[in-house]
């Protein structure tokens, strides 16, 4: 069936550091790709999404690439900075499913030294 | 995207006791979801609350355990039944973003059986 496998953490980077999260999956035909965030306190939402094979997704200054070859969604920021410490979940969809049908990594917890 | 409310934030509950979590969103949607988010744990949809019938259940999630009511399209309850150490997660209400696969998140309610 359908997963994802993403970097375990916690991660913590000074700021302005180069961050990359990694986020595998495994899936039926062609699914859509997502990372979501979650700020402390808040809840879950969507930072970028790709639909098909090297689409690249980009918000906020995080970037991931759709790569089917890799069967991967890594997350990327080439500076990062306090405001960005947060959860970070990778997830995916089957496009010819319901919204139901979103499966979620176990999410990477991300703090940022000033 | 949709506004969601959850209540509580957060509670600390006895072992045998019942508690109902809240879900309001500040506009009309046709499918929300409850999840549970176990401790280092990815998220797991519980169910799908449907509007004037019973909800969804995901497979071993039960209706006895986690009642949910969806009395209209802005408003759904899910309880935590006879609780026990096991139950202590986040439960996270959610809806589906028109015609897209995309989610959107309260903030969860903490809950913790002792």
């Known amino acids: 069936g359908n997963s994802v496998t993403q970097m375990e953490g916690p991660v913590t980077l000074s700021e302005e550091a180069f961050l990359t999260i990694n986020c595998t999956y495994t899936a039926t035909g062609y699914p859509s790709l997502f990372w979501y965030v979650q700020y402390p306190g808040e809840g879950l939402q969507l930072l970028l999404k790709a639909t098909k094979a090297d689409d690249k997704g980009s918000n906020k200054g995080f970037e991931a690439t759709y790569r089917k070859e890799t069967t991967s969604f890594h997350l990327e920021k080439g500076s990062v900075q306090v405001s960005d410490s947060a959860v970070y979940f990778c997830a995916l969809s089957d496009p010819y499913s319901s919204a139901s049908k979103i499966i979620f990594g176990s999410g990477t917890r991300l703090s940022i030294r000033p | 995207s949709a506004v969601i409310s959850q209540k509580p934030s957060r509670d600390i509950c006895q072992r045998g006791t019942s508690l109902t979590i809240q879900c309001q969103v500040d506009s009309q949607v046709t499918m929300m979801f409850w999840y549970r988010q176990q401790p280092g744990q990815s998220l797991t949809l519980i169910a799908t609350?449907?509007?004037?019938?019973?909800?969804?259940?995901e497979s071993g999630f039960v209706i006895d355990k986690f009642p949910i009511s969806r009395p209209n399209l802005t408003f759904s309850t899910l309880t935590v039944s006879n609780m026990s150490p096991e139950d202590s997660s986040i439960y996270l209400c959610?809806?589906?973003?028109?015609?897209?696969?995309?989610?959107?998140f309260g903030a969860g309610s903490r809950l913790t059986v002792l």
């Open positions: 609350a449907n509007q004037g019938s019973e909800a969804t259940y």
């Open positions: 959610s809806v589906a973003q028109t015609g897209a696969n995309v989610l959107t």
